[in-house]
């Protein structure tokens, strides 16, 4: 990566990180687990109530999160848990480690989230979940999903671990599923270095989730389950509590340079640009274009022409999760517009720290690197 590379993504930190921190450091108090935990609790009771949930249970990672929702919802050995393969490789990760098998179900070709059409055939009499993935920041389209799970017995898992501030008809993603997952990552619209979270409206899921974060310790040394150690450090949550702060600034810029993108590029011959559809607000963690009807070839010259250029154009994902070495065991079905969409997407960056005239450069080097690529 060349040093004036535009990052497609990165962390911004400021003084009031720094200084959160710094007061951690100060107390003493480094770990949420026993008496302590001031910036845990505070970090979830912010959360809860921005994306307006009766719960918010911080954990160490995005997979964490994914991990402790699906065991809070009863997902074990011998289940079914039905989620896309165009996502990153956590949300299968997590199914395998709860025990479960994933079902793979293909994408809409417009949104590349779960297909709802495709889900009822897939449900068998094991199907105990389904994790919607609101990709790229897009919510999928929760609302169909939502009726053939529950017909079914399903608890819907979302991972929303890139649509922090995204909204579904109005209500903010993290009030919509049973169990919503975020993460933290450094790369995500907002970091805690490391660091993930539930939100739920059932106590009985919190409790649980409490319980699975910390060794199912209820008191101290008084294991009445199988837990893990998922608990957050003091010292990301305060990192959390001051970039929730900054969020809705953060998602401001994010759209603003989504939206002159798109009036720069959007006439390109044969580039879809992303777009919202009915009721569903992007959160523009990544701003996704397609080249229509090319093949990875030329795909991955442009991204090597962008590249050139100093844009740090990447692929999500180029290798869909049922191709990968370890899951092809979990391939039982075709995926076809999930193979075709990992060849001809290529994300540009939108972060806050890409400025005006960044934005009219990104437009540029991806003009000249199609044309290079013979696109
Ligand atoms: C980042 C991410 C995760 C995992 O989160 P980590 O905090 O990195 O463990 C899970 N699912 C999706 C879709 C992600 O983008």
Not at 26 to 48: C, I, N, Y
């Amino acid at each position: 990566m060349k040093p004036d590379m535009i990052p497609i993504n990165k962390p911004l930190i400021g003084e009031e990180e720094i200084q959160l921190v710094v007061d951690v450091l100060k107390s003493g108090f480094l770990t949420s687990r026993g008496p302590s935990g001031s910036m845990v609790s505070k970090f979830e009771e912010e959360f809860a109530r921005y994306v307006g949930a009766r719960h918010a249970v911080a954990a160490n990672s995005g997979t964490a999160a994914l991990h402790m929702a699906l065991l809070a919802a009863g997902v074990g050995p011998g289940d079914e848990v039905l989620i896309p393969s165009f996502t990153f490789v956590a949300t299968a990760e997590a199914v395998v480690l709860s025990g479960a098998k994933p079902v793979f179900v293909d994408i809409e070709p417009e949104t590349y989230c779960m297909d709802p059409q495709l889900l009822e055939k897939m449900i068998t009499d094991r199907a105990k979940a389904v994790i919607p993935v609101d990709l790229y920041g897009l919510p999928a389209d929760l609302k169909p999903i939502f009726e053939v799970a529950h017909e079914h017995g399903l608890v819907v898992v979302e991972d929303a671990a890139q649509a922090h501030g995204a909204e579904y008809f109005g209500r903010r993603i993290g009030s919509v599923s049973d169990l919503t997952c975020f993460s933290f990552y450094a790369s995500k619209n907002m970091t805690t270095g490391e660091g993930g979270m539930v939100t739920t409206d059932v106590d009985e899921y919190a409790e649980k989730l409490r319980l699975i974060r910390s060794h199912g310790e209820r008191g101290d040394y008084n294991s009445v389950m199988l837990g893990h150690n998922y608990r957050m450090t003091e010292i990301s949550a305060a990192i959390g509590i001051a970039q929730l702060r900054k969020l809705p600034k953060f998602l401001e810029v994010r759209r603003g340079n989504a939206e002159s993108l798109t009036a720069m590029i959007r006439d390109l011959n044969g580039v879809k640009v992303p777009f919202e559809p009915g009721g569903r607000r992007h959160s523009w963690y990544l701003y996704t274009v397609r080249l229509l009807n090319a093949d990875s070839k030329v795909r991955d010259a442009v991204v090597a022409g962008l590249r050139r250029r100093g844009v740090g154009a990447t692929v999500y994902y180029p290798t869909p999760i049922h191709l990968m070495p370890y899951y092809r065991r979990f391939a039982t079905s075709k995926l076809p517009e999930t193979e075709k969409a990992s060849e001809q997407v290529l994300s540009l960056p939108v972060h806050p720290g890409v400025g005006a005239e960044q934005v009219r450069y990104i437009a540029e080097a991806f003009t000249q690197a199609l044309e290079d690529a013979g696109f």
